[in-house]
């Protein structure tokens, strides 16, 4: 006698979408009364439609913000720099279809092992909850001495260890955390990873993050993604909700430091749970808000001055937990402005963390 259970699968997804046959309704409805394995099969295809409905319900905002923000630059004087932008951004539709389709084909493999293992004899066990699955977590030795040569092998600067009053800053390092396999990431003046942690950089004794806690402001006011105040917080984990995801196309980030001082380093998180590589990274200080005057540039990889900004020398990098750390040769300034321009993964930016360790001018 066949299993009634056969072919049962598309009959259950049939009957979800309202596209089941008339004829066919109160016989699949009297099997998942009688079968508990195809009644939880059902009831959990049904839990996963209602929570893909509330989580597209919920994009519309974020999409109707990305679209007001493609449509200002379109009318802006700044159209034939984003050219492209047609092909980078995606419609309200298409995001909602793609990822109803994702759900769907998770679904028909789920109950297509479902019923396979039925037709081998096998006892099928249905979890309640989902199995929280560990992230991989790349493992990164502590740094080594190493000769101070002014350079590490990737050709990042560093500072020489000098004779005395000076001490490596005690910068503390989130968990190393990609998540994936990272691909191949073909950008042009692209910095050689070593593979090793860096090595201490040094200034003068006594140097703190003065950005902490301290006030910042944004080109994006209202992130898609957590807050703006986030960027200080000093939550450097690569973690679901320690991230800041601002809108496509060029933005900035500005901090306080609220009086002068000597800045000896910035160091940027932008976001190391992948191997990205984020676009027209510029780093500038100035003791005007509005940087016109005195504004000095600490680092700039925008090889076709895209932010109008100059041509800069600077290379492209991966993001990793070290972060990316800036020389600040001692400047001194009180504001502090970050540039980029989206990633190889996305045209957004994203921020999680920002420190500058220097001293307030006494």
């Known amino acids: 006698m066949a299993d009634p ?18 004829g066919r309704i109160d016989k699949v409805q009297g099997h998942l009364e009688s079968c508990p394995g ?5 009831d959990g295809l049904v839990r996963d439609s209602q929570e893909l409905a509330g989580f597209v319900g919920s994009l519309d905002d974020v999409v109707a913000r990305i679209e007001t923000q493609v449509t200002e630059k379109l009318n802006s004087n700044s159209y034939e720099q984003y ?42 066990t249905i979890a309640k909850e989902p199995t929280k699955i560990e ?35 005690p910068i503390e390092l989130p ?16 910095e050689k990873v070593s593979g090793k942690p860096r090595p201490p950089f040094y200034a003068p004794v006594g140097c703190v993050n003065l950005a902490a806690g301290k006030v910042v402001s944004s080109t994006d006011e209202l992130p898609i993604i957590g807050e703006i105040e ?13 991230y800041v995801e601002l809108g496509p196309f060029q933005q900035h980030v500005t901090i306080d430091l609220e009086k002068e001082c000597e800045i000896y380093a910035v160091l940027i998180w932008h976001y190391h749970k992948q191997a990205r590589v984020y676009f027209d ?10 940087f016109i005057t005195n504004v000095k540039t600490l680092f700039n990889n925008d090889i076709d001055n ?32 970050l540039y980029s321009n989206g990633s190889n993964d996305s045209d957004m930016n994203n921020y999680i963390e920002i420190e500058v360790w220097g001293k307030p001018v006494e």
């Open 230 to 242: 986030m960027i200080t917080d000093g939550d450097k984990e690569a973690a679901d909700g320690s």
């Open 83 to 124: 050219v492209n932008v047609r092909r980078r951004t995606m419609s309200n539709d298409f995001l909602k279809m793609t990822l109803a389709a994702g759900v769907i084909i998770l679904a028909a493999i789920i109950g297509r092992g479902y019923f396979m293992m039925r037709d081998k004899g096998e006892e099928v």
């Open 38 to 42: 195809c009644g939880a099969y059902y």
């Open 5 to 22: 259970c056969d072919n049962m699968a598309d009959d259950i997804a049939q009957l979800i979408d309202g596209a089941l046959a008339p």
């Open 175 to 190: 968990k190393p955390m990609f998540v994936g396999t990272p691909t191949n990431i073909m950008v042009p003046n692209m």
């Open 135 to 169: 992230e991989p977590v790349v493992k990164i030795e502590e740094p080594a001495v190493v000769e101070d040569t002014g350079k590490t092998e990737d050709d990042t600067v560093v500072a020489a260890a000098p004779s005395g009053g000076m001490a490596p800053l």
């Open 306 to 337: 895209t932010a109008g900004l100059g041509i800069g020398t600077d290379k492209h990098y991966i993001e990793t937990s070290d972060g990316r750390l800036v020389d600040g040769k001692g400047t001194r300034a009180r504001y502090v402005r």
């Open 281 to 290: 990274v510029i780093v500038q200080t100035s003791d005007d808000a509005d």
